[in-house]
């Protein structure tokens, strides 16, 4: 079998696993930007709580941010970890977002120049730039994580060594450039890998990663 034809079987058996997953979990596009920032280096749930304190403090806005001063945004996303280089990177990305005109204003923009800006602010890697494209923007291109390349490479599908582009043009030449699929595909290799083998009958991961 062909490794395009591994890759959309390999989503086949994710999908029938788990199911669909409705991911990214937000209110806004907005949120979505701010929970890419957060997650680096992080669980889920670290970003919840830090999300959750800025809707009570009212502070999650686009304006807000920008002008609330860099100590008081890390004390309040201090949960998500590394809480100081966030809200550096935070106030970056929401400085820049204002500087352009906001959201609205670079959602106008073509996936090419907007990805190229984004990594251009201090902080923000190939990763939270394309969980910011694909997430809050609805642009076609695939993240690839370290869940990702450790199942991949567990299926022996890669090398393992792969870098992060060429990985990503690996998926986007197998697959349609649909963000839908892109958006279900991303998420249920997160669901695959946050669960564990329980030696139970029941479990998911060997009907997974059985041999294409």
Request: one cysteine or more; proline letters at 4%; aromatic letters at 8%.
């Amino acid at each position: 079998m062909k490794r395009c034809d591994k890759l959309l079987a390999l989503y086949g058996r994710l999908l029938a696993a788990y199911g669909p997953q409705k991911w990214w979990p937000a209110e806004s596009a907005f949120e979505v930007i701010v929970g890419a920032v957060l997650t680096q280096n992080t669980n889920w749930k670290n970003v919840e709580m830090a999300i959750s304190r800025l809707k009570d403090t009212g502070l999650l806005e686009l304006e807000n941010i920008v002008a609330l001063p860099v100590d008081e945004l890390a004390e309040l996303i201090k949960s998500s970890g590394f809480f100081n280089v966030k809200a550096k990177r935070l106030k970056n990305l929401c400085g820049w977002l204002q500087s352009q005109g906001g959201l609205d204003a670079v959602a106008t923009w073509d996936t090419g120049r907007l990805r190229r800006a984004l990594l251009g602010i201090n902080g923000i890697g190939p990763e939270t730039a394309d969980d910011i494209l694909l997430y809050a923007f609805e642009r076609p291109v695939f993240i690839i994580d370290n869940y990702t390349r450790c199942l991949l490479k567990n299926m022996e599908l890669i090398q393992g060594k792969e870098d992060y582009n060429n990985l990503q043009r690996m998926f986007e030449a197998c697959l349609p450039p649909d963000n839908g699929l892109y958006n279900e595909y991303h998420a249920l290799i997160v669901r695959h890998a946050k669960e564990r083998c329980t030696h139970d009958s029941r479990c998911r991961h060997c009907g997974v990663e059985a041999p294409i």
